[in-house]
């Protein structure tokens, strides 16, 4: 077999571990052997080809990890996620308030609800921003 035929073979072994793995920098290193397979296809020596495997997967790595998707994702508490918490952006109605603290029915039960930082204490429709524990954190 031809020199440009392993490195294809590495290359489709490097992206069948990729899909197991669910990241994108065993892609790049695949693309990397795709290139060592085009310089075997060029006739270039066993040292060039690699060399240019290493070269360009290397790089395609770091531009990878320099892009919003190498990045880590800046992931949120649970109770402030709406994703996570079908509470989230929910109105209740709070009829009065008793020292920064009410109890409200939401959802067929009685819950605490506390006022959001820099929120004024007055009856009417709040919007859920926070669950904690049995306790609801809302504002205006």
């Known amino acids: ?23 994108f920098y065993l892609l790049m290193i695949a693309i990397g052997l795709v290139s060592g397979a085009l310089a075997a296809a060029l006739g270039f020596g066993p040292a060039l ?3 240019f495997a290493a070269l360009v997967g290397i790089g395609a790595t770091m531009l990878l990890r320099r892009s919003r998707f190498g990045k880590l994702v800046n992931r949120t508490r649970a109770e402030h996620d709406p994703n996570v918490n079908m509470d989230i952006g929910q ?8 020292d920064g603290a009410a109890r409200v029915m939401y959802r067929g ?30 504002a205006a």
């Open 1 to 23: 077999m031809a020199d440009w035929s392993f490195w294809l073979m590495a290359a489709g072994v490097t992206v069948i571990l990729e899909l197991f793995s669910g990241t």
């Open 49 to 51: 080809q690699t060399l």
């Open 91 to 98: 109105t209740v109605h709070v009829p009065a308030w008793h």
């Open 109 to 138: 039960a009685l819950w605490d609800v506390e006022l959001a930082p820099g929120t004024a204490a007055a009856p009417g429709q709040y919007k859920i921003r926070e669950v904690r524990g049995s306790r609801l954190i809302v």
